[in-house]
C-alpha cells in the first residue's frame, strides 16, 4: 500500500492512513501507511494519535480534563421579548476571522412557551468576539422579529426552521457568494410528521444565507421534494468539514447499518461540490455498549453516542468531541457528557482512551450545607456557627424570637447610617469554575434591610470575589437569592448578612442557603468551536438538560454557550509508564521510555522540516531526545546518534534542532526517548512538522 499524500484547500484538508493498514493488516511487501504528509502547510501529531505514533515502549497515554471557564455561560439566553429567551442553544458554530470570533447557534423566543414547540420558532443567531470570551449580540437589522429588527438574527432566504447548524468558512472560493456555508438540521414533512434532514445554504457574509437547492417550505418545514438525503430521519450537521476535496457531514441517526447498533450511532455524509450529496452514509462512530441491542421500544436506554462529530480539522487529522448520551426508561434520567475522539482518515472516528469523559455536565459539585441557617441553635447566646464582624456601638445582630419565617428564630440585624455591621457563616468548601447561589428570607421592619452576600476565598483566606444583593424592603417575608461563579483559586466560601455604611434600618433573616446551581446541569452540546486564545485551548459548548424533555408545557428553557479551557494543545499526553520497572518476574531494573512514529512524508527538501514540541516537565533531569530515521528505521546522520537532539526547555512550541544539513528522504520517521533520572516529570502533547 502507497503512502498516501495530501494537499490543503482553503486552509481544511486531511490525509489518512489508509484501507487495510488501518486495521494493522496490509499484503506481504507493501509499505506501511504514512502517519500524513507535510509537502507544504503544517502537520499536527498529537501524543495520543496511535495511528501516528503506533509504536511505543513504557510510555502511556494520558489525557487531560479541562476547565470550565468562569465566565461561563459566556453566552447566555436573552432577557424576555429577545429571539433567543428560551433557547441559546450551541447547536452552533464559532470560527475567528481576522481578529473576530463570530458565532452562530440557534435560537427560541417566548413564543415557544406561549404556543409549543413547532419548527417554525428554531431561528438562527449570531454573536461575536474580540477576545472569545466577551460576546456581544449585534442588532443585525435583518429579520423582523416581534414588530421590530433590532435582534441578532440572521437572514434565511427562504425561512426555514432550523434546530442545529453549522458554517464553514472559506475565503478562497472564487465565488465571493459562496465564501460561507452552513449546514443546517431542517425538518420536513413525512405525512404529518417533523422528522430531520438536511438543507443547504450560502453567504458572501455569514450573515444574509440564501438557499442552495431552491428549497420551497411550507409552513417552515420542507416537502419530500427538497430532500437532498433520502427520506429518513437524520439529525446531519453535528460537525461539517472538508477533507482531501470532499464536503463531510457529521451526525446520528438510528437507521440500518451493515450491522446492527442499538440507538443513536454517528453517521457520516460525503459531497464533492456542498450541493449534490452522496445517498449512502457511514457509521462513523459507536460506544462500545452499542453493540448490544437492547430491543424495539427501548431508544432511549443504554449508553449511546449523541449527535456525531463536532470537529477541529487540524490539516493531516481531525479531532473533536461527542455527546456521551447516558440513556434510561424515561426522560426524567437521561443525562449526557461530552467524550473526546479522533480521526486519521476523515471518516472513522476512535477514541484514545476507552470511554473516557472529557467534559463532565453541571451539577455533580458536592451539595453546600450552611450551619444553623436559621439561627435557632445559640453559644453562649450567640447563633452558632455565624461570627460577627467587630463593629462600633449602636450596632446590634442577635438571634431573635420575634419573627420566624420558619421555626421560632431568625436574625435580627439593627444597622446605623455611617458604620456597618456584618454576620458570617463559616467558611465552606467551594470548587473553582463552579456556580454558586446564595438565598435567604427577608422581613423589614424599618428603614434599609441588609444585604446578602456571596463570598468567595483562595487557599491563604484571601477574598478573591464577591457579589451581593440588596432586597427591597418588605413588611412581610420574601425570599432573595445571588449568584455567582467562583473564581479560579477558589478554595472557600461564606455568606453574609451586611449592613452597609450607607443606610439604617432594622431586618430580620431566615433559612441561608448555599447550593451549586450550574446552568450547564443534565446535559451538554458539542459545537463546532475550537479557538487557540494565548496560551490557552477553548472548546465551546452548549447545554440541554435532557431531563425536562418530558415537562408539561411550558417547558424549561434551553442553554447558553460556555468555554472548557486547556493548557495549549493539551488534550492529552505521552507519560512515562513505571509498570515493567521492578524486581517482579516480569519487570526490569531499567527500562527505556521511547516511541517511534509512522512513517512521515515530507516530500523532495534540501533540509529537514522545521520540527517543534508541545512539552512540559524537562528540565536537567528530564530531557526529550529526539532522532530522525529514514522509513526502513535507519538513523540518519546528522540527525541522530551522536547529533540526536536534545529537548530541556518546556513550551508550547519548543524548536528541536539537529547539526545535520544534508537533504533527508522524502520519508522519514521521528524515533523519541524520555530520558533523565527525573522523566516521569515529562508530559508530550504534540510534534509540529513545518
Known amino acids: 500500500?502507497?503512502?498516501?499524500?495530501?494537499?490543503?484547500?482553503?486552509?481544511?484538508?486531511?490525509?489518512?492512513?489508509?484501507?487495510?493498514?488501518?486495521?494493522?493488516?496490509?499484503?506481504?511487501?507493501?509499505?506501511?501507511?504514512?502517519?500524513?504528509?507535510?509537502?507544504?502547510?503544517?502537520?499536527?501529531i498529537f501524543a495520543f494519535d496511535q495511528v501516528s505514533i503506533p509504536f511505543v515502549q513504557n510510555l502511556k497515554v494520558e489525557l487531560r480534563t479541562p476547565s470550565k471557564h468562569p465566565a461561563n455561560p459566556v453566552v447566555p439566553r436573552g432577557g424576555p421579548g429577545e429571539p433567543d429567551s428560551w433557547a441559546a442553544q450551541f447547536y452552533g458554530s464559532v470560527i475567528k476571522i481576522g481578529s473576530t470570533y463570530r458565532m452562530w447557534y440557534t435560537a427560541v423566543g417566548d413564543e415557544r412557551d406561549e404556543f409549543g414547540g413547532r419548527p417554525e420558532w428554531w431561528k438562527v443567531a449570531y454573536a461575536e468576539s474580540t477576545d472569545g470570551v466577551t460576546w456581544t449580540k449585534p442588532d443585525l437589522g435583518l429579520v423582523t422579529y416581534r414588530g421590530n429588527t433590532a435582534n441578532n438574527l440572521v437572514r434565511m432566504t427562504p425561512g426555514v426552521g432550523v434546530q442545529n447548524v453549522k458554517v464553514l468558512y472559506e475565503p478562497d472560493d472564487p465565488d465571493p457568494d459562496l465564501r460561507y456555508k452552513m449546514a443546517a438540521h431542517v425538518y420536513w414533512d413525512n405525512r404529518g410528521n417533523n422528522h430531520g434532514t438536511l438543507a443547504l445554504f450560502a453567504s458572501p457574509d455569514g450573515l444574509d444565507w440564501t438557499s442552495l437547492t431552491g428549497i420551497a417550505p411550507v409552513d417552515f418545514t420542507l416537502e419530500p421534494s427538497d430532500l437532498v438525503l433520502p427520506a429518513l430521519h437524520a439529525e446531519p450537521v453535528g460537525g461539517l468539514y472538508r477533507w482531501e476535496g470532499n464536503y463531510h457531514l457529521s451526525g446520528q441517526n438510528g437507521n440500518p447499518s451493515v450491522r446492527p447498533y442499538h440507538g443513536r450511532v454517528g453517521r457520516g455524509w460525503i459531497s464533492g461540490d456542498f450541493v449534490t450529496w452522496?445517498?449512502?452514509n457511514v457509521m462513523s462512530f459507536a460506544r462500545t455498549e452499542q453493540h448490544t441491542l437492547l430491543g424495539a421500544g427501548r431508544s432511549l436506554e443504554g449508553e449511546q453516542q449523541h449527535e456525531g462529530v463536532s470537529v477541529w480539522n487540524r490539516g493531516n487529522v481531525l479531532i473533536g468531541t461527542v455527546g456521551r448520551w447516558h440513556g434510561a426508561a424515561d426522560w426524567d434520567d437521561v443525562s449526557i457528557d461530552l467524550g473526546f475522539v479522533i480521526s486519521n482518515d476523515g471518516v472513522n472516528f476512535r477514541e484514545p482512551a476507552h470511554e473516557f469523559t472529557f467534559l463532565e455536565r453541571g451539577g455533580l459539585?458536592?451539595?453546600?450545607?450552611?450551619?444553623?441557617?436559621?439561627?435557632?441553635?445559640?453559644?453562649?447566646?450567640?447563633?452558632?456557627?455565624?461570627?460577627?464582624?467587630?463593629?462600633?456601638?449602636?450596632?446590634?445582630?442577635?438571634?431573635?424570637?420575634?419573627?420566624?419565617?420558619?421555626?421560632t428564630r431568625s436574625l435580627r440585624v439593627q444597622n446605623v447610617a455611617g458604620?456597618?455591621?456584618?454576620?458570617?457563616?463559616?467558611?465552606?468548601?467551594?470548587q473553582p469554575g463552579v456556580p454558586y447561589t446564595a438565598s435567604m428570607w427577608t422581613l423589614t421592619e424599618s428603614g434599609t434591610t441588609a444585604q446578602l452576600y456571596l463570598e468567595y476565598f483562595n487557599a491563604a483566606g484571601t477574598r478573591i470575589g464577591s457579589r451581593f444583593v440588596q432586597p427591597a424592603a418588605s413588611g412581610t417575608w420574601q425570599q432573595v437569592s445571588v449568584t455567582a461563579t467562583a473564581p479560579a483559586g477558589t478554595?472557600?466560601?461564606?455568606?453574609?448578612?451586611?449592613?452597609?455604611?450607607?443606610?439604617?434600618?432594622?431586618?430580620?433573616?431566615?433559612?441561608?442557603?448555599?447550593a451549586p446551581v450550574d446552568w450547564d446541569a443534565g446535559g451538554l452540546l458539542q459545537g463546532q468551536g475550537f479557538e487557540h486564545v494565548g496560551d490557552e485551548t477553548f472548546v465551546y459548548y452548549g447545554a440541554?438538560?435532557?431531563?425536562?424533555?418530558?415537562?408539561?408545557?411550558?417547558?424549561?428553557?434551553?442553554?447558553?454557550?460556555?468555554i472548557a479551557v486547556l493548557p495549549k494543545d493539551r488534550f492529552g499526553d505521552l507519560v512515562v509508564d513505571l509498570r515493567a520497572k521492578g524486581s517482579g518476574d516480569y519487570q526490569m531494573a531499567e527500562i527505556t521510555s521511547e516511541f517511534l512514529t509512522a512513517p512521515i512524508d515530507i516530500g523532495s527538501r534540501t533540509a529537514a522540516p522545521d520540527v517543534f514540541v508541545n512539552v512540559e516537565g524537562l528540565g536537567p533531569d528530564a530531557t526529550l531526545r529526539l532522532e530522525l530515521l529514514d522509513d526502513r528505521l535507519t538513523p540518519l546522520p546528522g540527525y541522530s546518534g551522536a547529533d540526536t537532539a536534545?529537548?530541556?526547555?518546556?513550551?508550547?512550541?519548543t524548536p528541536v534542532t539537529w547539526p545535520g544539513t544534508a537533504a533527508p528522504p522524502e520519508r522519514i520517521r521521528i524515533r523519541g526517548v524520555f530520558a533523565g533520572t527525573a522523566n516521569t516529570t515529562i508530559k508530550l502533547s504534540a510534534i509540529y512538522l513545518v
Do not use: K
Not at 425536562?548 to 447558553?560: F, I, V, Y
Not at 529537548?647 to 512550541?653: L, P
Open 1 to 44: 500500500m502507497e503512502s498516501v499524500r495530501f494537499t490543503r484547500r482553503a486552509g481544511l484538508a486531511g490525509a489518512a492512513a489508509g484501507g487495510l493498514a488501518l486495521a494493522g493488516v496490509r499484503p506481504a511487501g507493501a509499505a506501511e501507511a504514512a502517519a500524513a504528509s507535510v509537502p507544504s502547510g503544517e502537520m499536527t
Open 278 to 280: 452522496s445517498q449512502t
Open 646 to 653: 536534545v529537548v530541556a526547555t518546556d513550551g508550547f512550541r
Open 365 to 407: 459539585a458536592p451539595p453546600v450545607t450552611v450551619g444553623n441557617p436559621s439561627f435557632e441553635d445559640l453559644a453562649g447566646g450567640w447563633p452558632a456557627d455565624w461570627t460577627l464582624d467587630p463593629s462600633p456601638r449602636g450596632q446590634t445582630a442577635s438571634s431573635s424570637t420575634v419573627q420566624a419565617h420558619t421555626g
Open 544 to 562: 440541554w438538560d435532557p431531563r425536562t424533555s418530558d415537562d408539561p408545557e411550558p417547558r424549561a428553557g434551553r442553554g447558553g454557550v460556555g
Open 491 to 514: 478554595q472557600t466560601l461564606d455568606v453574609m448578612v451586611w449592613g452597609t455604611t450607607a443606610a439604617a434600618g432594622v431586618s430580620y433573616h431566615d433559612d441561608i442557603a448555599v
Open 419 to 430: 458604620t456597618p455591621i456584618g454576620v458570617r457563616s463559616a467558611r465552606l468548601p467551594a
